[in-house]
């Protein structure tokens, strides 16, 4: 698991504390580990953020449409994580101090498509053996080789 830093992708439900509280983030939320490190795609309830910062690092919207999102480096599970938020949405930029909370407790593994293009094949395979060997039962029994 992510905990363990197996690298892999995951969905963990995510919280969001701070500002005035009407922002909210989608949960759960991606999670994706790389080489031991975690790192989560955040997309917000507005496409009116432009920037935050995470443990020191700056990170910039990955999409041009629809609501922000970002995706971030994220230090640790089951702990506060600080971040700064910028909101071009009032009348001038504001940068806004919210809390992430990521709850491993809740992590899942994804699918990955590679494995369920293996189970598809698979299940093609005997599917077209099983089909085979009736067709062969049929005209055996029908006196044909």
């Not at 599970?77 to 809390?99: G, R």
Request: proline share 4%; charged share 25%; hydrophobic share 35%.
């Amino acid at each position: 698991m992510a905990e363990n830093n197996s690298d892999g992708e995951y969905t963990i439900e995510a919280e969001l504390t701070g500002g005035t509280g009407r922002a909210h983030i989608t949960s759960p939320a991606k999670l994706t580990v790389t080489d031991g490190i975690m790192n989560a795609e955040i997309e917000w309830s507005s496409s009116s953020y432009d920037y935050m910062k995470v443990d020191g690092k700056e990170y910039y919207p990955e999409n041009e449409e629809g609501n922000s999102v970002f995706v971030v480096e994220i230090p640790q599970l089951d702990a506060d994580i600080p971040v700064l938020a910028e909101t071009v949405a009032m009348s001038e930029p504001h940068l806004i101090e919210y809390t992430l909370h990521f709850d491993s407790s809740t992590l899942k593994k994804e699918n990955s498509p590679s494995g369920i293009i293996i189970s598809v094949c698979i299940l093609g395979a005997v599917i077209l053996t099983s089909a085979t060997g009736l067709f062969i039962r049929k005209r055996k029994a029908n006196g044909k080789k």
